[in-house]
């Protein structure tokens, strides 16, 4: 399993959860781990563009996008997810990896100052999974899982794994397309239902 290095991941604390669940992560930014792996783990954090940059200047874009035609299993954590779509819209519009269709935008804003959701989202929430999925299947409707985000991967709806209620709105926080799964919230930090996720993640 690689977990991808390109200097905008949350490395240590992923790598300790997946050490936690059975696995042995190699942290790696060399593009030909990626043509070897049987499953990789794409963390981020930051901004989009910003992190659109770094996979440029470490020469994993293509490499990235092989290993997922190949059907190698990878999943996304939260910016990681976000690069997955097409287009971002953080500060200005850029281009994403274009796996999965679809648009990285800003949380919905509420109309009552007092009573809303505030942007950034950060903390413990409940998510509602609407596909079945073998990752995904892990959590329940009691499941509690961690948010860090100002913005969320607005997926074209068949791709769209799992929603999150913000602000009389839903609002997609999972995506899905075929061997590619993202999740917008951290399982790294999400307690016993991310370690579930990830272990799951782990056995596929």
Same mark, same amino acid.
Not at 43 to 58: K, N, Q, S, T, W
Not at 117 to 138: K, M
Not at 186 to 193: T, V
């Given at each position: 399993?690689?977990?991808?290095?390109?200097?905008?991941?949350?490395?240590?604390?992923? @790598? *300790?959860?997946?050490?936690?669940?059975?696995?042995?992560? @190699?942290?790696?930014?060399?593009?030909?781990?990626?043509?070897?792996?049987?499953?990789?783990?794409?963390?981020?954090?930051?901004?989009?563009?910003? &992190?659109?940059?770094?996979?440029?200047?470490?020469?994993?874009?293509?490499?990235? #996008?092989?290993?997922?035609?190949?059907?190698?299993?990878?999943?996304?954590?939260?910016?990681?997810? *976000?690069?997955?779509?097409?287009?971002?819209?953080?500060?200005?519009?850029?281009?994403?990896?274009? =796996?999965?269709?679809?648009? =990285? &935008?800003?949380?919905?804003?509420?109309?009552?100052?007092?009573?809303?959701?505030?942007?950034?989202?950060?903390? %413990?929430?409940?998510?509602?999974?609407?596909?079945?999925?073998?990752?995904?299947?892990?959590?329940? &409707?009691?499941? /509690? =899982?961690?948010?860090?985000?100002?913005?969320?991967? /607005?997926?074209?709806?068949?791709? =769209?794994?799992? %929603?999150?209620? /913000?602000?009389?709105?839903?609002?997609?926080?999972?995506?899905?397309?075929?061997?590619?799964?993202?999740? *917008?919230?951290?399982?790294? #930090?999400?307690?016993?239902?991310?370690?579930?996720?990830?272990?799951?993640?782990? @056995?596929?």
């Amino acid at each position: 399993m690689i977990v991808v290095d390109y200097g905008r991941g949350n490395l240590f604390s992923l @790598k *300790q959860a997946l050490l936690h669940v059975g696995g042995a992560p @190699k942290i790696s930014s060399d593009p030909a781990d990626l043509a070897t792996a049987d499953k990789i783990v794409f963390p981020g954090v930051g901004a989009f563009g910003d &992190a659109m940059d770094g996979l440029r200047a470490a020469g994993l874009v293509g490499p990235l #996008k092989d290993a997922i035609a190949r059907g190698t299993p990878l999943l996304g954590i939260c910016v990681g997810c *976000q690069l997955l779509l097409s287009l971002g819209e953080e500060f200005e519009t850029h281009d994403g990896l274009d =796996v999965i269709p679809g648009r =990285v &935008a800003l949380l919905p804003r509420g109309n009552d100052p007092q009573r809303s959701d505030r942007i950034p989202n950060v903390g %413990w929430r409940r998510i509602r999974v609407i596909a079945e999925d073998p990752v995904l299947g892990t959590l329940s &409707a009691e499941d /509690y =899982v961690y948010f860090v985000h100002s913005f969320a991967p /607005y997926a074209e709806s068949d791709f =769209v794994a799992a %929603w999150l209620d /913000y602000n009389g709105r839903e609002v997609p926080v999972a995506v899905r397309r075929e061997s590619v799964l993202g999740v *917008q919230f951290h399982p790294e #930090k999400s307690g016993d239902a991310g370690l579930r996720l990830l272990e799951a993640f782990r @056995k596929l």
